[in-house]
Each structure stands twice: as structure tokens, then as C-alpha cells.
């Protein structure tokens, strides 16, 4: 069953739609598991460009239930950047964006996760709590994962924009307490025009987001917790390429 509904965010004086998927038997407890750009996630008639991630029927034909809850974000110009933007910077690409990313972390872990609890058949402890997004959603999964792990303990880090904030994220994991059960994903296609892509199994480093998410994975794993990274030969950054990995994320954080 989907559902949409607005909820208002204090943290960030606005509605956000949200867009909910709750398993068909109903009953429960279930898992919960947070997407950023809720709504390019279930209906193409909904996605930004016109194609979703068909995460509603990879779930239908999944043994594992979970409720979804996909937060759509700010539709203004620049209004999506701040909010998935967690660090401010002085120079660069993201220089002028306000960085709201801890404002919509917390309103996510204060208000929405409450509130769903509270309505919804949800086991609401951290093992049972995921987040994912990808491109700058992406981002802001792993710094959910990294600052809120005592709430979160699984990252769906798909396409993430880590490039221009990975020294602040990367000194956040090192003075960051995380469980040794935390899983991390991140991906990468060959297509994104990062330039030459590194191959995860053969370990070059001439690809820079290959760096940054190697070195994401290996503070994680450093922790004790698991990491998988994926190179999607053929991958551009769009939804039609990241539905393709559902097989592959999901399953490693929820089941493996």
C-alpha cells in the first residue's frame, strides 16, 4: 500500500511530502527504512525526470518486508542543495549553498521517526533503521549513518556527491563512536563522468570517487561494521540505473 501525506518539519519551518510504503499483510512490526527524494522512488508519474526506482514492485516480489518512507525534498532553486548539504564550504561548487543538512537530519530523527513509530507497525530500534539516497541524498545517508548511527545502523550511499565535503565527513567518522553493526553501501557508475573508474576488485586509485568511498568503507569497517562497494559498469547517474541496484543493496543490508 502507498500513501503520501505532507508533514510539517520544525526543524525546518516547511512541509515535506511524504511517500510511504507499508507492506500489504499490514501486520507488523516491520522495519523502516528513510529515502531521501521520496518521490522518485515508487511512481515514474512522481519522479523528477519521469522514471522512479520501481522500489514498490522490487518490494512486492522481495521475502523481506519493510515499511518505506521516502521524504521528498524542496523543489525551489537551490532549496534541494541546502537541505542535503550537511557542511558548509568556502570555495568550490558548494560554496554557495547554506548547508541545512543537519537541520533535515534532525527533523527526520526527532520528528518524522517519532511520528512514524507512533502511527505505523514499526520496530523503532536503530538495528531496524535504515537510511538511503543517492547523488547529494547519497551524501546525506552517509552523514545520517555517521552522526545519527546511535538511531541508524544501515546507509544506502548510492551515486553519493561525497567529493566536496568527504574531509568533514571523514573527520566526523573519526570522532564518531559507531556499532560494529553498522553497513555501509556505495556505488559508482562507469557513466557519471567522474573520468577514469576504478574497478572495487582491483583496487585502483585513479578514480577520485573511488577514493572517497573506499576511504568512507574503510572507517566503517575499522569500526567493526560492514561495507560493500559497487562499480555499475554502464551506470549513468539517473534512476533507471540506481533501480538496477536494488538487488544489490538491499539484500546486504537487510539480509545478508
Request: net charge negative; hydrophobic share 35%.
Amino acid at each position: 500500500m502507498l500513501l503520501k501525506q505532507d508533514f510539517y518539519f520544525e526543524s525546518l519551518g516547511a512541509n515535506r511530502p511524504l511517500h510511504i510504503r507499508i507492506p500489504d499483510s499490514g501486520e507488523g512490526p516491520f522495519p523502516v527504512f528513510y529515502f531521501f527524494d521520496g518521490h522518485n522512488l515508487f511512481r515514474d508519474e512522481d519522479a523528477t525526470y519521469g522514471k522512479s526506482w520501481g522500489l514498490d514492485e522490487y518490494c512486492a516480489g522481495w521475502d523481506k518486508q519493510i515499511i518505506i518512507v521516502g521524504i521528498e525534498c524542496a523543489h525551489g532553486p537551490g532549496e534541494r542543495m541546502s537541505e542535503y548539504l550537511p557542511y558548509g564550504r568556502s570555495s568550490g561548487w558548494l560554496s554557495g549553498y547554506e548547508p541545512l543538512g543537519d537541520r533535515t537530519m534532525q527533523g527526520i530523527i526527532y520528528e518524522l521517526k517519532p511520528y512514524i513509530d507512533s502511527v505505523f507497525p514499526t520496530i523503532p530500534f536503530r538495528e531496524c533503521t535504515a537510511i538511503g539516497g543517492s547523488s547529494m541524498g547519497g551524501l546525506m545517508a552517509a552523514y545520517g549513518l555517521v552522526k545519527y548511527n546511535q538511531y541508524i545502523s544501515k546507509g544506502a550511499c548510492v551515486s553519493p556527491s561525497l567529493g566536496g565535503v568527504s574531509g568533514s565527513l571523514w573527520h566526523d567518522m573519526n570522532n564518531t563512536e559507531m556499532s560494529p553493526d553498522t553497513r555501509i553501501y556505495l556505488s559508482w557508475g562507469t557513466m557519471e563522468g567522474y573520468g577514469k573508474i576504478a574497478d572495487p576488485d582491483r583496487e585502483d586509485t585513479s578514480s577520485w570517487i573511488y577514493r572517497t568511498c573506499r576511504a568512507t568503507a574503510n572507517k566503517v569497517i575499522a569500526a567493526g561494521g560492514k561495507a560493500k562497494l559497487y562499480c555499475q559498469v554502464g551506470g549513468h547517474h539517473c534512476e533507471a540505473d540506481w533501480e538496477k541496484q536494488l538487488g544489490i543493496f538491499m539484500p546486504f543490508l537487510w539480509q545478508e
